[in-house]
């Protein structure tokens, strides 16, 4: 194969073919994702336009930075802020979920929270469509710097090793028994 046709992944070939071979994860927030913008530079700084709008024409960005991270940043946020909000939780506690407050995923009991806290559902949002959004995860992982990288590229390969070892995902540690000691 010539070097034109190689593929450009940080990921090994070994690595894409079991990704590719594997099923997408059963979510229901697929496809459900604002259009991208683009940023252009500007006299001001770093603009983020449609694309299909143009400075040189006259057309004015949505945002402004003056600093290409925080534009980075914006133009992921800017692709998932009107995203359907999957996760919600329902106040006052209900009979559902005597311990505290319930969580609903899609309109369906998901799980529980024990005090009000909306923030916390919002995270799960936000988390959830940038899991979903290549581009946005990209540009994330690539604004949080080398270090946690690394520490990602070590993670991932611990646990593709242990799918090769074992043919199932990857291997967690077993949560703490009653008694505080961690169970084998």
Same mark, same amino acid.
């Given at each position: 194969?010539?070097?034109?046709? *190689? ?8 690595? %894409? ?5 594997? =099923? ?7 496809? !459900? ?15 983020? #336009? %449609? ?5 040189? &024409? ?6 402004? #930075?003056?600093?290409?991270? !925080? ?10 802020? %009107?995203?359907?909000?999957?996760? *919600?939780? %329902? ?6 979920v005597p311990e505290g407050y319930a969580v609903f995923r /899609? ?8 005090? #009000? ?7 799960? /949002? ?15 992982? =690539? ?5 946690? *990288?690394?520490e990602l590229g070590e993670i991932l390969g611990r646990n ?5 070892? &074992?043919? &199932? ?16």
């Amino acid at each position: 194969m010539s070097e034109e046709g *190689q593929s450009k992944s940080a990921f090994s070939t070994e690595y %894409r073919t079991i990704l590719r071979a594997q =099923d997408e994860p059963d979510t229901p927030w697929a496809g !459900d994702a604002m259009k991208p913008v683009v940023i252009l530079s500007t006299p001001s700084g770093y603009g983020l #336009f %449609r694309p299909w709008q143009n400075p040189q &024409t006259g057309d004015a960005p949505l945002a402004v #930075f003056a600093d290409l991270t !925080d534009a980075r940043l914006a133009a992921v946020a800017h692709s998932i802020i %009107r995203r359907t909000r999957h996760y *919600q939780l %329902r106040e006052p506690a209900t009979p559902l979920v005597p311990e505290g407050y319930a969580v609903f995923r /899609n309109r369906d009991v998901s799980g529980w929270l024990q005090a #009000f806290d909306p923030e916390w559902i919002e995270a799960m /949002n936000v988390l959830a469509w940038i899991a979903q959004y290549a581009e946005g995860l990209a540009v994330m992982l =690539d604004l949080a710097g080398p270090t946690i *990288q690394g520490e990602l590229g070590e993670i991932l390969g611990r646990n593709f090793a242990a799918f090769l070892a &074992t043919g &199932t995902g990857p291997v967690r540690p077993a949560p703490p028994s009653d008694e505080g000691v961690q169970s084998a």
